[in-house]
């Protein structure tokens, strides 16, 4: 019987292949994929069967569901504008990452991972003369599976039915405030 990573993993190629026509390769390895787009400034996505639950990665970021739908949807969602990949670095330092929804009230963060203790608030004081810098990431490659109003019936979006901010390759935002510590 297929563990919970298992049927993650197929779940998800079963979920790409209504796009076969998409700019995406899916290499298959002995327990994992990696999805990769195959047009300029984008990045893969991979799915690992951990057995009792898949771990989903994009860039430095990662989580763990053990429900198969759950990621093989992320992933999807991962390829989509109205997800993005954010990284918060401290001095240069990285020090949490996160993915962030297209929502009603504008960009949501959520699923942090972090490399300080979020709890420990002197972790993330700022030294003299440095910066929070942000990273984001986001990709166009697959179009929302249906009209994105049905999924956040009161988001914003332009005439294209996109996030009106949203921004194909990746960028750099600096800041005197963490924001990943807020998302625990």
Not at 14 to 29: F, G, N, Q, V
Not at 74 to 83: G, I, K, M, R, V
Not at 132 to 150: D, N
Request: some cysteine.
């Amino acid at each position: 019987m297929p563990t919970h990573g298992a049927k993650g993993v197929q779940m998800t190629l079963d979920l790409l292949a209504h796009y076969e026509d998409a700019p995406i390769e899916i290499e298959r390895r002995d327990s994992s994929i990696k999805i990769t787009p195959t047009l300029e400034e984008t990045f893969p996505v991979m799915v690992y069967d951990e057995g009792d639950e898949a771990m989903i990665a994009a860039e430095r970021w990662h989580t763990h569901y053990d429900d198969p739908v759950q990621v093989a949807f992320c992933a999807l969602w991962l390829l989509t504008p109205f997800y993005r990949v954010v990284h918060e670095m401290k001095g240069g330092v990285l020090v949490a990452a996160w993915i962030e929804r297209y929502e009603e009230a504008g960009w949501e963060g959520f699923e942090p991972v972090y490399f300080l203790n979020p709890e420990h608030d002197a972790s993330w004081l700022l030294a003299p003369g440095e910066q929070y810098q942000r990273r984001y990431m986001q990709q166009a490659i697959l179009p929302s599976p249906k009209p994105y109003r049905e999924f956040s019936p009161g988001a914003v979006l332009d005439e294209d039915g996109l996030p009106p901010d949203w921004r194909h390759g990746s960028w750099v935002e600096s800041g005197e405030e963490a924001i990943g510590p807020k998302l625990a």
